[in-house]
């Protein structure tokens, strides 16, 4: 296991960033995977990672295409399940619960409950085709939340709005650009208020000259503070922008990790050295 | 209420009376599946009339009831020419021209299914129709389609007891005439239902095979 | 010819209220079947999965009209009487809602997996990612392949004939005794009344179909 970096306060290298934040405290991080192990089969994609997420912290991994990445991501949104090793939200096992005073498998109740703490932004947008676009946003704050029909949508409104999309709402996702419908998505995500959000490769699936809006709108979000991000990307410059910290990961193992511009500007392993170089 | 021994010696004329069942869906399907060729080669003729008419009769026939048409057949056209045929026979034309219009959609998708450049490769050689049909496009459309036409075998060979109404002295006929002798409807429809059933499984469990071989075969 | 045609038409319409009697009632036995059964066989229950699995195996395995015969013969025997209408929707209802689980089951098959993960991200519950998101988008793949099903089971339903129920067929055969030089003319006319049926089921279907996926696509 030569996974490094853990409880690294959240703040590091944020002193040349325009937004400040209290010195670390002793809080308990909002997402921490601990030995965390993923196989699929008899192949062993992730080998045991640990890494620490304060709350508000945004982290960007980066690393070569099957290095895990995607897959880190996707067990944080429940939508796989970790071989071994515990992911705890906000001090909480997410895939376990407490019984007799040992750790059992969760049941779908208590996964519920966690989930509404997280969100995800999916490379293929998963708008829902057969919904309009503001009914897209409202429907899951009005029957998972229970919030009520003209509170959600405000509250969709407010988002759409935040994403450029305002004039949007009567429309189907078909007739939206690629970049429009990440957008939507990201705002279907945002409207549920998650403590972290998952973007997965969120611009991959993106024509080039429709890139920029996308992440316009994610910085923009991110300068809002609050909510921690953990930005799955291939964009480099994106993640040098708007990461508080880089994690660099590779065959399932996180090689290098620190501050964007230590990362960028000073690579110490062979491998983020290589990676980087065909970025140039 | 289920008696063994009757059932026991019933089975034998409920056996033999599955010849004719065999015989008449072998038959059908022969000619479905001959018949059903024919038209999807002529729904794709250069002529619009030609196109429209098979597709308008295709669409006719397969819209109405099958049991109808034989009836139609049956009573009508020796009426109408003279000509009389046996009940298995008006029988089996009656189900053979009505899955051949199933048959070729089957065999349509089977030639859609074929990359363009076929087509133009074998006009670069200067093939003639026929040679292009039967040494280019029919051996790469029949293969993948084989299962589909499987299951159309199933199909026509539920439908016999059909039959029945013209007088064909089939399975289900068969039962009902041991059921006027005896007055026990159990053990025949029974017996008659099971055999249907198992035979339908048995040549859906060999289709399901005969799928795997293809696309073991065409996955290299 | 055409007084003929006038005489024959009390007959015939009776029967015809007959054929969409025995259609609409069997088509919405199958359907409600067709959607049970295909969600019982993608339920996290096996032996839910496995019920579903035998009848859909049994009712497409078995051919129609035994089936019909079964019922409607096989049953009183057993000491269930059922009405001649009650047996044709029994039969008729089973066998194709055999049919129309398999559909039913390769449409919610086909919705993409992003779809489901989109809906559980938003933490839906897993009844609601079925209902709200995976079901809608299903139904609008179902409809072509039920739009043909319910023709076929339209068709079927001259099979009751053989039990003597009055549709159009069997009013058909009447009229046949009545006018034997006619018998041409009666099932050209009776051909065309169920072409007609099954053209009007298609163009329901369709508009349905279009209504349903409007703007969307």
């Not at chain 1, 490769?201 to 921690?228: F, Q, R």
Request: glycine residues 6%.
């Amino acid at each position: 296991m030569n996974t490094v970096t853990k409880g690294e306060p959240a703040d590091t290298g944020s002193a040349s960033k325009p937004r400040q934040r209290e010195p670390a405290a002793p809080v308990t991080p909002v997402v921490s995977y601990r030995n965390v192990k993923k196989s699929y089969g008899d192949l062993e994609v992730l080998h045991g990672i640990d890494l620490d997420i304060a709350a508000g912290e945004k982290i960007a991994l980066i690393g070569p295409s099957g290095s895990g990445k995607t897959t880190l991501g996707r067990m944080l949104m429940t939508l796989e399940e970790p071989t071994s090793g515990i992911i705890e939200v906000e001090g909480e096992p997410l895939w376990q619960i407490e019984r007799n005073g040992k750790l059992v498998r969760a049941n779908e109740h208590h996964l519920h409950r966690m989930r509404s703490k997280i969100g995800m932004v999916f490379q293929h947008f998963n708008l829902f085709p057969h919904m309009r676009v503001l009914r897209n946003v409202t429907e899951a704050p009005r029957k998972v939340l229970g919030i009520g029909k003209e509170e959600a949508h405000d509250r969709a409104v407010e988002m759409l709005c935040k994403v450029g999309l305002e004039d949007k709402l009567d429309v189907y996702p078909s007739k939206l650009s690629g970049g429009q419908k990440q957008r939507v998505a990201i705002a279907r995500a945002l409207v549920m208020r998650p403590k972290i959000m998952v973007f997965d490769e969120v611009t991959s699936a993106l024509d080039p000259e429709l890139v920029g809006e996308v992440l316009s709108v994610i910085k923009e979000i991110a300068e809002e503070g609050e909510m921690a991000m953990m930005l799955i990307t291939h964009e480099m410059d994106f993640a040098r922008d708007v990461a508080d910290r880089v994690i660099f990961g590779a065959d399932g193992r996180i090689v290098e990790t620190g501050p964007p511009q230590e990362l960028f500007g000073q690579p110490k392993s062979d491998r983020l050295k290589s990676f980087l170089s065909r970025f140039v | 209420m289920w008696d063994w021994s009757y059932a026991a010696s019933i089975l034998p004329r409920l056996l033999s009376a599955l010849q004719v069942t065999f015989v008449a869906t072998a038959w059908s399907f022969v000619l479905a599946c001959t018949l059903g060729l024919v038209l999807a080669v002529l729904s794709r003729s250069r002529f619009v009339v030609i196109r429209l008419t098979v597709n308008g009769v295709s669409e006719f026939i397969r819209r109405t009831p099958l049991l109808v048409q034989i009836f139609f057949l049956f009573y009508s056209i020796p009426l109408l020419t003279g000509i009389s045929l046996s009940a298995l026979a008006t029988g089996i034309i009656g189900l053979g021209l009505h899955y051949s219009t199933y048959m070729s959609q089957v065999y349509r998708s089977g030639i859609e299914g074929i990359d363009k450049g076929q087509w133009e490769a074998a006009k670069a050689l200067n093939f003639t129709p026929v040679r292009t049909w039967s040494a280019i496009i029919l051996p790469q459309a029949v293969p993948p389609i084989l299962p589909i036409m499987g299951n159309y075998l199933i199909v026509i060979f539920k439908e016999t007891p059909l039959l029945a109404a013209i007088t064909v002295v089939e399975l289900l006929t068969t039962a009902k005439n041991i059921n006027a002798r005896d007055w026990r409807p159990f053990e025949p429809y029974t017996i008659v239902g099971v055999l249907f059933l198992l035979i339908s499984l048995a040549v859906a469990f060999l289709a399901g095979w005969l799928e795997n071989r293809i696309k073991h075969r065409y996955s290299r | 010819m055409i007084s003929k045609w006038l005489e024959w038409m009390p007959l015939m319409w009776e029967g015809l209220l007959i054929t969409l009697e025995v259609t609409f009632l069997s088509a919405i036995v199958a359907l409600i079947i067709a959607v049970a059964a295909g969600l019982c066989r993608l339920s996290r229950l096996q032996w839910l999965r496995g019920l579903a699995y035998v009848y859909m195996l049994l009712f497409r395995g078995v051919s129609l009209l035994v089936l019909l015969f079964w019922v409607y013969f096989v049953l009183p025997f057993l000491g269930i009487e059922l009405s001649k209408l009650a047996a044709a929707v029994l039969a008729i209802g089973l066998n194709y809602g055999a049919f129309g689980a398999e559909i039913v089951r390769s449409s919610i098959l086909a919705v993409p997996k992003g779809q489901w993960e989109a809906a559980q991200a938003l933490n839906f519950t897993s009844a609601q990612r079925m209902i709200r998101v995976v079901f809608p988008q299903a139904l609008i793949r179902m409809l072509p392949p039920l739009n043909n099903l319910m023709i076929e089971l339209m068709k079927a339903t001259s099979l009751i004939y053989f039990i003597t129920l009055t549709d159009l067929t069997y009013q058909a055969m009447i009229l046949r005794s009545l006018y034997l030089p006619q018998t041409a003319q009666i099932f050209g006319l009776l051909l065309v009344l169920y072409f007609v049926i099954a053209s009007v089921i298609s163009l329901l279907a369709r508009m349905l179909e279009r209504k349903l996926t409007a703007g969307r696509m």
